[in-house]
C-alpha cells in the first residue's frame, strides 16, 4: 500500500488543512450568539445520558472500581480536548458500550490473578492503554485510516446490532437484578426482606417500561399532530431526558412505610471521595504491575486499537457526510493520532477511554444544518418556470431568482452567501454562452438551483467545547444522579437499543423476510430501501441469513469468560470475507446494493411531499391562511435521517409502474412472489 511508505504524509496533509481554517472555526461559533446554546444544550443530553448508564453498567462490572464518576470525567476531558485541537470539531467523544465491555473483561481477567487483583486492575488497564496509544499512533503514522472504506455496511451494521443486542441484554439483567440482593449486601437489612424485595422488583418493572414507552414516544413528537411547532419539537429534542426527570420525580411517590433503598437508585461515589480522588493517583501503582501483564496487556491493546480505529473513523465519517455539504477538510489520520494522545492521558489517570460516538456525533452535525434553503429552493424554482413561461432570458431568470433569495433567506449577507450566490450565476449564464439555453425553454431551474443551494451546517467549535464543559458540571452534580432510579437506566437501555434499530438495514431486512410473499407488495407503497426492487428475494434472503448466523457468532464469543476479549476479532475478519468470499457467493451487483455505502431510500406511493404543496394548494380547503404552515428544518431532517445518523439518498422508483399490485420489478425474477 503505498500509503504506508509515506508515514506523516496523512497527518501534515490534515494539519495543513484544518489550520487554515481553525479561527474560522471559534469565529463562526462566536458569531452565532445565543443561537449556539440550542445545539448544545440538545446534544449535552444526548451524550451526558448514556454516560452516565453506563457509568451504573461498569460499576456493577467491576466491583465499583469504576463509576459514573469516571466515565463523565473522561467524557468530558477528552470532549474538551477534543473540541479546541481536534481535526474534525463536529465529532463528540464519550465513553462507549465497546469500551465498558472491554474494561469489564480486563477486570474479571485481573480479579483472578492473585499478582494483580482488584488493587492493581486499574494500573494493569492503564498499561493497556499505554499499548493501545501507541498502536493508535503506529495507525495514524502510517495513514492506516485510508482503509477505512474496508469496513463496509456489512461490519457497521453487524456491529451496530451487537451493542444493540448488549444492550437489550444489559437491561434484562438490570430488571432481573431488581429482584435479588446486591453483592457484598447485608441480607437482613429490612429493604432485603421477600416482600420488599419483591416490590421494588415490580416497582423496577413499572419504571423500566414506563420510561422505554415515554421515550420512544417523546422521540417521535415532531411528526404529532397536536401542539405547536415549538412544542413537538422541544419534546422531540430533550423527551429522552425530560422523561428520565419524570420517573425519577414518580419513584418518590412511594408510600412512607416502604423502607428507604425501595426504589433501588443509582450508586456512585462522590468525586472528593478517597475512592474517586484515588483515580488520579493510579499512575503510581503503574510500577507495581508485574512484567509479564504489562507484555500480556498488548493482547487486549491490539482489540482496543482496532475497535477504536473503526469506532472512531465512522462516527468521524458520519459527522461530515457528503450530504451536509462541509466546507472544511476532513482530519481522520491527525483525530486518530490525538485520539491515541487521550487513551494514554486517561489510562495514566485511571479513567476508561472515550472515542468518537454514535449517533451523537451525526446527530450533532445535523443539529447546526440549516435546510430552510428547502423552503427557498421551491420559491426560486417557482419563479424560474414562470420565467421561462413568459420566455425571459437567461439574465432575466437569475434576476427573479435572485430576488427571491435575498428576500426569503434572512441570514446575514456572508462571504459564503455571495459565493454561493456567484456559484448560481455563473452556472445559470454558462447555459447561455455555450447556447445551451434557447428562449428559455431547455433551461432546467431544480437542476441549477439543487446543485448550488445545498444544505448549509454552521462548522464551528464553540457548541462542543460548551457541551463537554456541561458534562464536567455533571460530575460535581454527581448527588442529584444519585436520586435516579436504577431501573430507570435499564429502561433508557432498552431504550437506546430499541431506537438504535430504525434505518439499520440488516433489522430491516429481516423483518422483510417474515413478510408474507402475498403481501410483499405493500413494502413498496412505504419508503423502502432501493435494493428491495433490485435485488431477487432469494439473494436478499441469503445475504441476511448469513449477516444474522454472524451476528449471533459474534454474541457467543462475548460469552466466553475470558477469551471474550476477542470478540472485535470476527469484524476485523469480516473484512476479508467480504472482499474474496462473498463475491464468490453472491453476484456482485446484487452484492453492492446490499451493502453498499450510501442508505438509498426509495419512496413509497403514499409518500408525504416535503414542499410547501400543502400551503400553495390544500391550504384553503384546509382553512388554513398563508403563512401558517410550517415544516421545520428539524422535522424534514428526522425524515431524512436515520437512527444511526446517517442521510438517506432519496431515489426515484426503479420500476415504471408503480402500481400497489406490485407486479415484477427485478427483470430476472419476480422478487415480490417468490
Given amino acids: 500500500m503505498e500509503s504506508v511508505k509515506a508515514p506523516f504524509r496523512g497527518i501534515r496533509k490534515d494539519l495543513t488543512g484544518r489550520l487554515l481554517c481553525y479561527k474560522q472555526d471559534w469565529v463562526a461559533g462566536i458569531r452565532s450568539g445565543f443561537g449556539i446554546l440550542a445545539p448544545t444544550t440538545y446534544i449535552f443530553f444526548a451524550s451526558a445520558l448514556p454516560v452516565i448508564a453506563f457509568g451504573e453498567q461498569i460499576s456493577r462490572e467491576t466491583d465499583g472500581s469504576l463509576s459514573a464518576v469516571e466515565t463523565l470525567a473522561s467524557t468530558a476531558l477528552c470532549g474538551i480536548i477534543h473540541s479546541v485541537v481536534g481535526g474534525q470539531p463536529l465529532m463528540i467523544l464519550g465513553v462507549a458500550e465497546p469500551t465498558i465491555i472491554m474494561y469489564s473483561y480486563l477486570y474479571k481477567f485481573a480479579k483472578g490473578r492473585e499478582d494483580l487483583g482488584q488493587k492493581l486492575y486499574l494500573a494493569w488497564a492503564g498499561w493497556v492503554c499505554v499499548w493501545t496509544a501507541l498502536l493508535l499512533f503506529v495507525i495514524a503514522i502510517f495513514n492506516v485510516c485510508a482503509i477505512i472504506n474496508r469496513f463496509t455496511r456489512i461490519a457497521g451494521e453487524t456491529f451496530g446490532m451487537l ?8 437491561a434484562i439483567k438490570g430488571m432481573a437484578s431488581e429482584f435479588e440482593v446486591p453483592k457484598a449486601e447485608d441480607h437482613s437489612m429490612q429493604k432485603y426482606q421477600f416482600q420488599w424485595l ?11 417500561f414506563g420510561l422505554l414507552y415515554t421515550a420512544l414516544k417523546s422521540r417521535r413528537a415532531r411528526s404529532w399532530s397536536y401542539g405547536t411547532g415549538w412544542l413537538r419539537s422541544f419534546v422531540a429534542d430533550y423527551g429522552v431526558p425530560l422523561m428520565v426527570l419524570v420517573w425519577t420525580a414518580l419513584s418518590y411517590g412511594v408510600p412512607d412505610r416502604v423502607p428507604s433503598g425501595v426504589p433501588r437508585r443509582l450508586f456512585s461515589p462522590l468525586p472528593w471521595e478517597s475512592v474517586s480522588v484515588y483515580h488520579w493517583t493510579v499512575i503510581k501503582d503503574m510500577a507495581k504491575v508485574p512484567p509479564v501483564y504489562i507484555f500480556a496487556a498488548f493482547i487486549p491493546a491490539l482489540m482496543i486499537a482496532g475497535l ?21 477538510p476532513s482530519a481522520y489520520h491527525y483525530d486518530i493520532l490525538l485520539l491515541g494522545v487521550m487513551t494514554l492521558l486517561c489510562g495514566l489517570l485511571g479513567l476508561p477511554p472515550s472515542n468518537g460516538v454514535l449517533p451523537q456525533s451525526p446527530m450533532h452535525t ?3 444544518a440549516v435546510l430552510r434553503r428547502q423552503f427557498i429552493r421551491r420559491k426560486m424554482v417557482k419563479t424560474a418556470k414562470e420565467s421561462i413561461k413568459r420566455k425571459a432570458s437567461t439574465s432575466e431568470i437569475y434576476g427573479q431568482m435572485q430576488a427571491v433569495f435575498i428576500e426569503i433567506d434572512k441570514s446575514p449577507v456572508t462571504t459564503l452567501v455571495v459565493k454561493e450566490l456567484q456559484n448560481l450565476k455563473d452556472a445559470v449564464m454558462k447555459t447561455e454562452n455555450e447556447g445551451e439555453q434557447t428562449e428559455g425553454a431547455t433551461f432546467d431551474p431544480e437542476k441549477y438551483i439543487d446543485a448550488y443551494l445545498p444544505v448549509r451546517v454552521n462548522e464551528q467549535r464553540v457548541s462542543n467545547l ?29 431504550y437506546m437499543a430499541i431506537d438504535s434499530l430504525p434505518g439499520n438495514q440488516l433489522w430491516e431486512r429481516i423483518l422483510f423476510l417474515f413478510v408474507a410473499p402475498s403481501r410483499r407488495y405493500k413494502v413498496l407503497e412505504g419508503d423502502h430501501a432501493s435494493f428491495v426492487e433490485t435485488v431477487p428475494f432469494k439473494y436478499i434472503a441469503a445475504f441476511t441469513i448469513f449477516q444474522f448466523m454472524y451476528l449471533l457468532l459474534c454474541f457467543g464469543v462475548t460469552w466466553i469468560p475470558i477469551a471474550g476479549i476477542l470478540f472485535p476479532v470476527p469484524f476485523f475478519l469480516l473484512i476479508s470475507i467480504r472482499q474474496h468470499l462473498l463475491p464468490k457467493v453472491l453476484k456482485s451487483t446484487y452484492l453492492r446494493e446490499l451493502d453498499a455505502a ?17 400551503r400553495e394548494q390544500e391550504g384553503p380547503y384546509l382553512g388554513i391562511r398563508e403563512g401558517e404552515v410550517e415544516i421545520s428544518d428539524a422535522e424534514i431532517l ?4 436515520t437512527n444511526r445518523g446517517e442521510l438517506k439518498v432519496r431515489a426515484m422508483s426503479f420500476s415504471e409502474d408503480r402500481r400497489p399490485q406490485g407486479l415484477q420489478i427485478h427483470p430476472e425474477e419476480d422478487m415480490l412472489s417468490e
Fill in 598 to 614: 450510501g442508505y438509498e431510500e426509495i419512496a413509497g406511493t403514499p409518500q408525504r411531499c416535503l414542499s410547501l404543496t400543502i
Fill in 198 to 208: 419483591y416490590t421494588n422488583g415490580l416497582l423496577g418493572i413499572v419504571f423500566s
Fill in 163 to 170: 451493542i444493540s443486542v448488549l444492550f437489550i441484554q444489559e
Fill in 308 to 328: 477504536y480505529f473503526f469506532d472512531h473513523s465512522v462516527a468521524s465519517q458520519l459527522a461530515q457526510q457528503k450530504e451536509f455539504n462541509l466546507k472544511n
Fill in 366 to 368: 445535523k443539529s447546526l
Fill in 466 to 494: 460548551l457541551q463537554s464543559l456541561l458534562v464536567a458540571a455533571a460530575v460535581c452534580a454527581v448527588p442529584l444522579l444519585k436520586l435516579i432510579p436504577t431501573s430507570v437506566l435499564w429502561g433508557y437501555f432498552a
Fill in 638 to 641: 428526522d425524515e431524512l435521517t
